[in-house]
């Protein structure tokens, strides 16, 4: 610093905060030691480098939405009141309004008491902002001229709307000059090639001229069958008041459907009438906003809706009022009127009544398919977070059904109270999976959708897993909201059966491995379970290759998408068919331990009796996982276990095979054997499955490679047809000895005595009476 009474001077000097740096340097003539603001010279350099905006304007006194880092170069000189000079002025990270910009440039120019910025370069994604600002200190004037070209709207936050996507392309031109209290305002913006939700919409051009105080709006739509136009004027003075009118006709707003209401639409839209804007346009909130529909149509889920009069609604002191509303469609009748507070508590005032088809509930959640009549008296009061409720709701012969679950609603009919913040079920059938559900309990909205639901149903069939069929009589509990719920009750399964080609182990696999994600379907994950699962007395169970009675008792937790059971399912009797072989169950359980997943421990031991030998096999062990099952064999009389084996497999034991003389001890139709009783498996399974569905038989096997009486190979068929419970009718032949016939019939009187008639391949008719007992 150098100071003389005709001189001041500072150079070099550095201001430091953070990352931000000034430097300046200043010199100042004076007069006798004075300075003087209308003689004396200044000669002024800033240099700025990483200086934040947010700072620049709190240092400034100004709070605009504006961040970003600031890097210039000024030089001025002059007197105070009459500086002149310039510059370069750039701002990286530049952001407005949470808008991100690439860059900002500008030419900086200073004369006396007006400051410029010249040649403004703004770029965003191929969008460039160009022009000129200028502002007077002294006399507070400004001016601008500015254009915006090449925008890309889904380019822009701004147009990210939730649950609508905005494209197209913009432009435009603004100019103005004056003060705050007196502007004048002139520019065009053109909209063009508007797309909404992927659906073409067209152009638009709106114009402001100002003509002395006034500035006069007018614009005008280049739509493909619809029309929109606005005119308004505003007067720049004060407050600005002034008012808008928009009016539209056939204006398509399928966008906004699918937008916010997720409905199929299945036929266009139309909309038409006027749109009336008035008040201080500088206070939005104090605007008056009145409109009046003569024409809307809409085709949503089939259901074609229309408007029967005009609809009237207004937006003043921040309250939507509607005071005519009537829509009339396909089995639809609605009429409505009332006031939203759309500010503070959000207060309510409305009142609803009419009949609608219930497929419009898809247009709020696609996942819901349901249809039929609903007639209906609301209304409401109170505010958003607890409306008060009155009114009711009848249904009559509808049906509703989730897409995520196996069974839906058909024929309910019934009645809803709508009582303060709740829907109180008064009477409601159903009819699902064949049986009768009655249905109580109560909704309720509480800051969300909460319920208490009961059911009670009869003889209700569910197909769940694919390929299971149970039937059941329940009494359950619904309880929570769509974020957490419980299903609890009891089920009694009444009957149960398998298609054919289900894969019991498959499915019980499948339940073991964790999901990539475990949100797939966030309703389900969030439904546990407290079910309480028995059957009635010797439940009889047929499949694919058992026919089992038993019972079972069963807790199933868990969620719905990750169930898990705990208990046991015994089995008092029944017969497993296994390569042709009929295997009767002697004892058996089934047990379910861990309390995390469907986890069963078999435990089964099973006998038959092949070429003359009692053959008892044993299962033990867990199903799915850990050391797998173990098996056990035992005969009478007895063999060793590859004997068995071989006898279960082949039908017959290693020592009846054929032996090649050449070498002593080595069995040479062993690879023949096995590929013959894999070549019958498939048979049997092939032509098991077509006779079944020809002639009703029970069971078909086809013996490739049969040792007849005479130790000559042939091939042999048994067809065995179950005439009734306790019947069972046994034909076998042979195929290349028609002598080598037998006949025979089993009638079981009880689980422990049986009668067998038997006509032998030598015409012998006998009869065999089999007693079992079991001892410990």
Not at 570 to 575: L, R, S
């Amino acid at each position: 610093m150098t100071y003389t009474p005709a001189q001041l001077s500072l150079q070099r000097g550095t201001l430091r905060r953070g990352t931000a740096q000034f430097g300046f340097s200043a010199s100042t003539s004076l007069r006798q030691g004075n300075f003087d603001e209308n003689t004396s010279q200044l000669n002024l350099t800033l240099h700025i480098q990483n200086e934040n905006v947010q700072d620049m304007q709190a240092l400034a006194g100004t709070n605009y939405p504006l961040t970003g880092v600031v890097n210039a170069d000024l030089q001025a000189t002059g007197t105070l009141r009459n500086l002149h000079g310039g510059g370069k002025l750039q701002v990286a990270k530049f952001m407005v309004y949470g808008e991100p910009f690439k860059t900002f440039s500008s030419d900086v120019r200073i004369e006396g008491s007006e400051a410029r910025l010249e040649n403004i370069q703004l770029a965003h994604n191929g969008a460039r902002f160009t022009g000129m600002v200028a502002h007077d200190l002294q006399n507070k004037n400004y001016r601008f001229d500015v254009t915006g070209a090449n925008i890309e709207l889904a380019n822009f936050q701004l147009f990210e709307l939730p649950r609508l996507s905005v494209q197209g392309q913009a432009g435009f031109h603004l100019t103005g000059s004056g003060a705050d209290d007196a502007p004048v305002i002139n520019g065009q913006i053109d909209l063009r090639n508007i797309v909404l939700n992927h659906e073409t919409v067209g152009s638009l051009t709106i114009l402001a001229e100002t003509h002395g105080e006034d500035v006069q709006l007018r614009g005008r739509s280049n739509f493909e069958n619809a029309e929109l136009n606005v005119d308004g004027a505003v007067h720049l003075r004060g407050e600005w008041p002034g008012q808008v009118t928009l009016k539209f006709s056939h204006l398509d707003f399928d966008p906004l459907i699918r937008a916010y209401f997720q409905g199929q639409i299945t036929g266009h839209s139309s909309i038409a009438g006027s749109i009336d804007i008035h008040g201080p346009m500088k206070r939005p909130r104090d605007l008056v906003i009145t409109g009046n529909v003569t024409q809307l149509s809409a085709d949503v889920e089939n259901v074609k809706l229309q408007n029967d009069g005009p609809i009237h609604f207004g937006l003043e002191t921040e309250a939507l009022k509607v005071d005519e509303f009537h829509l009339t469609g396909t089995e639809t009748d609605l009429s409505a009127k009332g006031t939203v507070q759309l500010t503070g508590e959000h207060t309510l005032d409305l009142s609803s009544r009419g009949r609608f088809n219930l497929k419009l509930l898809q247009v709020f959640n696609p996942n819901l398919v349901a249809y039929g009549p609903a007639t209906f008296t609301v209304n409401v009061g109170g505010n958003s977070t607890r409306p008060q409720l009155s009114g009711r709701l009848e249904l009559k012969d509808a049906s509703a059904s989730w897409l995520d679950l196996p069974n839906g609603l058909s024929h309910i009919t019934g009645s809803l109270v709508f009582a303060q913040d709740r829907m109180q079920i008064e009477k409601l059938t159903a009819h699902t999976g064949g049986g009768e559900l009655n249905v109580g309990g109560f909704l309720a909205y509480r800051n969300g959708l909460y319920f208490d639901l009961t059911a009670n149903g009869t003889d209700i069939r569910l197909r769940y897993p694919p390929g299971v069929s149970s039937s059941a009589d329940a009494t359950l509990r619904y309880t929570g909201s769509a974020k957490s719920s419980l299903l609890s009750g009891d089920v009694l399964v009444t009957r149960f059966g398998m298609n054919p080609h289900f894969d019991f182990a498959n499915y019980l696999a499948q339940t073991k491995k964790t999901p990539v994600i475990s949100t797939l379907n966030p309703f389900l994950d969030n439904m546990r379970l407290d079910l309480h699962i028995t059957s009635t007395p010797e439940l009889r169970v047929e499949t694919s290759l058992a026919k089992l009675s038993g019972d079972l008792d069963l807790h199933v937790r868990g969620t719905a998408a990750r169930p898990a059971i705990v208990g046991r399912v015994n089995i008092a009797e029944g017969d497993v068919f296994f390569n042709g072989t009929k295997y009767r169950l002697e004892r058996g359980d089934v047990t379910f331990s861990n309390p995390l997943t469907i986890e069963p421990v078999i435990n089964l031991d099973m006998s038959a009796r092949v070429q003359g030998y009692d053959v008892t096999i044993g299962l033990h062990g867990q199903a799915i996982g850990g050391k797998g099952l173990s098996m056990t064999y035992r005969s009478d009389p007895p063999l060793a276990n590859s004997d068995i084996i071989a006898l279960l497999a082949f039908g017959r034991t290693r020592g009846q095979g054929v032996y090649n003389a050449s070498q002593p001890g080595v069995n040479t139709n062993d690879t023949a054997s096995a590929s013959n009783a894999i070549l019958g498996e498939a048979l049997n399974a092939t032509f098991s499955d077509r006779v079944q569905r020809l002639f009703g038989a029970s069971r078909v096997k086809i013996d490739p490679q049969f040792i007849g009486s005479e130790n000559n190979p042939s091939a042999r068929v048994t067809i065995e047809q179950q005439i009734s419970n306790d019947i069972t009718f046994t034909y076998v032949t042979s195929l290349t000895q028609s002598a080598e016939t037998v006949i025979q019939v089993e009638y079981n009187i009880d689980k422990n005595v049986s009668i067998v008639a038997v006509r032998d391949q030598n015409g012998v008719l006998g009869f065999d009476v089999h007693i079992r007992r079991r001892k410990k």
